[in-house]
T-cell receptor
Framework: AQKVTQAQTEISVVEKEDVTLDCVYE???????LFWYKQPPSGELVFLIR??????QNEISGRYSWNFQKSTSSFNFTITASQVVDSAVYFC?????????????FGQGTELSVKP | EAGVAQSPRYKIIEKRQSVAFWCNPI?????LYWYQQILGQGPKLLIQ????????DSQLPKDRFSAERLKGVDSTLKIQPAKLEDSAVYLC??????????????FGPGTRLTVL
């Protein structure tokens, strides 16, 4: 069975602080994809990043960075110098490929609040 | 490029009433998904279509939920009769999809359903 766990339900930081959102996943498949989505108060899910199971390189995009470690089944997300606009719910998700494409299995989400 | 459209954005009904949601995917996207997002949880897949056909409806409560995708484009999701626990946001997503690979899913703004 596949599962995604985001142990942090809520995080509150002050603007300009760095913050890391944790994600742990479970799957027995060797081929899979991991994702992070942002859900602002408007409700629409915004795609942030996708990694496949064979690419463990860390990635940096502006203030965002992702650390993928297969050994610990983790795919953590760090926001550097957080801003108020980063306030949202962040979801980590897993997709295992099957015959007609993959469905997304989401974690519970982490609500990030960045205060000025 | 127009995104995934959903209507209505909000709906309030009483229990035992019926309700329908509409989704128009991105033009040319073969795969369409309906997710249910209960407050405080991550989205959960209800049903996945590949063109006109159903790929996965294993988590759709078929005694009360139904969905169709006529002509492989628009889709409707219906609940009849609604229960209190159906209160949630219903998200539609689409992807170019198909085959043993992964294609990015694009999400609509969702329909927030409140059952009283």
């Amino acid at each position: 069975a596949q599962k995604v766990t985001q142990a942090q339900t809520e995080i509150s930081v002050v603007e300009k602080e760095d913050v890391t959102l944790d994600c742990v996943y479970e799957t027995r498949d060797t081929t899979y994809y991991l994702f992070w989505y942002k859900q602002p108060p408007s409700g629409e899910l915004v795609f942030l990043i996708r990694r496949n199971s064979f690419d463990e390189q860390n990635e940096i995009s502006g203030r965002y960075s992702w650390n993928f470690q297969k050994s610990t089944s983790s795919f953590n997300f760090t926001i550097t110098a957080s801003q108020v606009v980063d306030s949202a719910v962040y979801f980590c998700a897993l997709s295992v490929i099957y015959n007609q494409g993959g469905k997304l299995i989401f974690g519970q989400g982490t609500e990030l609040s960045v205060k000025p | 490029e127009a995104g995934v459209a959903q209507s209505p954005r909000y709906k309030i009904i009483e229990k035992r009433q019926s309700v329908a949601f509409w989704c128009n995917p991105i033009s040319g996207h073969a795969t369409l998904y309906w997710y249910q997002q209960i407050l405080g949880q991550g989205p959960k897949l209800l049903i996945q279509f590949q063109n006109n056909g159903v790929v996965d409806d294993s988590q759709l409560p078929k005694d009360r939920f139904s969905a169709e995708r006529l002509k492989g484009v628009d889709s409707t999701l219906k609940i009849q009769p609604a229960k209190l626990e159906d209160s949630a946001v219903y998200l539609c997503a689409s992807s170019t999809g198909g085959g043993a690979t992964y294609n990015e899913q694009f999400f609509g703004p969702g329909t927030r359903l409140t059952v009283l």
